[in-house]
């Protein structure tokens, strides 16, 4: 290296003192902050427990143990019941569980809404292109609070007929202005078995997966996967249904007085939820979709079309897994969005996590932080869970230069 004519030849830096020296300011200020923010975070612990106990209201997780005492709507696989003394740690995990279920339900409904409604939005019939964009700005721009309170008062309430007057589906399926009646499964004699067909038949459908792209790589020659996976996914369990002789049987709804026993109930809330969070994101998917498709360069539909391949076939193999790479990360956003929009469903009673369990349990016990606490974890949870399988699935579908 040359020597500085300015300096004398000497080295600029040579005689500095430590404190100069950034990689050390770095590390004198990251410590810095850790030990200002410890600091902080002990002081508000401690500060909190002192007027905590000022008020004489105690703090810890044993009002998990306590017994709710009020009735849920929709519990699920979780055993709830008043009569038996649950107590607010299954409200807790009920809340949990409807959380998960809207929320689930929810990314696959606007997903599958979202792309169909982004397709037709690239439609040459122009009558498909207007009545489709006015959809989506319409939706998009009422805010999502009265979403829900529209599908539940003004939809759902209003067109479905009273309890004492249902609309039947197969005389075993009700449905009225309070929700679903519907048999309950009950297991019997060889169900497990079953059970492990379905886990079998899925497990061989995605090494079937594998398989055929290895093949297809080698030979160029496209293997049926659809059929072949529907014959696993529906022949095998089938199979064993036949030998263990279906063992499933039905319990049916009846009406009674005022409401229907047996069977399962499902509360209309859950429907107006999951409507209302299904279409008002699926509006945000579909404009994602739209502008993933358009970033894909033309040259590629043209290539495809010379190469003979049809307008589905085109937009399926070429243009859809392209795109992805520009869908994905905000699609990450609508995903978060909508698990977090899920908590609205207090405004119309669904009973999820911050209803049953940030709302009537927190009301109960007056266990304000602990509740939030969990409360805010559940939810930080999923979102991370979300985030590192989207992120993980962007990364696998990037394409790499040969």
Avoid at 178 to 206: C, H, N
């Amino acid at each position: 290296m040359a020597p500085d004519l300015e300096s004398g030849g000497k080295n600029p830096t040579r005689g500095k003192r430590w404190w100069y020296d950034p990689k050390f300011r770095s590390i004198i200020f990251q410590a810095a902050f850790v030990v200002v923010l410890v600091t902080f975070i002990v002081f508000i612990v401690n500060n909190t427990l002192a007027n905590l106990e000022k008020r004489d209201i105690r703090a810890g997780f044993g009002f998990l143990n306590e017994p709710a005492g009020f009735e849920i709507p929709i519990t699920g696989l979780v055993e709830y019941s008043v009569d038996e003394g649950s107590t607010h740690g299954a409200v807790f995990l009920v809340g949990l569980q409807n959380t998960f279920l809207i929320s689930a339900v929810g990314v696959i409904l606007a997903t599958v809404l979202g792309f169909i409604l982004g397709v037709l939005r690239l439609s040459n019939n122009w009558i498909v292109t207007r009545l489709v964009g006015s959809f989506i700005e319409i939706v998009r721009n009422i805010p999502l609070p009265l979403q829900f309170i529209f599908w539940q008062t003004a939809v759902f309430i209003i067109f479905l007929p009273k309890v004492r007057d249902p609309i039947a589906v197969l005389d075993t399926i009700y449905l009225h202005n309070r929700g679903v009646a519907a048999p309950k499964p009950l297991s019997e004699p060889g169900l497990d078995l079953v059970i492990y067909a379905i886990i079998i038949a899925f497990t061989l459908v995605i090494f079937l997966r594998k398989w055929t792209r290895r093949r297809q790589d080698v030979t160029g020659e496209r293997f049926p996967l659809v059929w072949a996976a529907v014959g696993l996914l529906v022949g095998l369990p089938l199979a064993v249904v036949a030998m263990t002789g279906f063992p499933l049987s039905w319990e049916y709804p009846e009406l009674g007085r005022f409401r229907f026993t047996g069977g399962i109930s499902i509360p209309i809330e859950l429907f107006s939820a999951l409507t209302a969070l299904t279409i008002y994101t699926s509006a945000f998917i579909a404009e994602i979709v739209r502008a993933g498709i358009l970033a894909v360069s033309s040259g590629q539909t043209e290539a495809a079309y010379a190469l003979g391949l049809r307008r589905g076939s085109t937009l399926r193999l070429v243009i859809i897994p392209q795109a992805l790479r520009v869908i994905i990360p905000p699609l990450i956003s609508q995903y978060l969005n909508l698990t977090k929009n899920s908590s609205l469903g207090i405004l119309i009673g669904y009973a999820d996590l911050f209803n049953v369990f940030g709302g009537i349990s927190l009301n109960q016990t007056g266990q304000a932080i602990e509740i939030i606490f969990m409360s805010m974890s559940v939810y930080l949870c999923f979102s991370l869970l979300i985030s590192l399988y989207m992120n993980w699935y962007n990364r696998r579908i990037l394409l790499t230069e040969r």
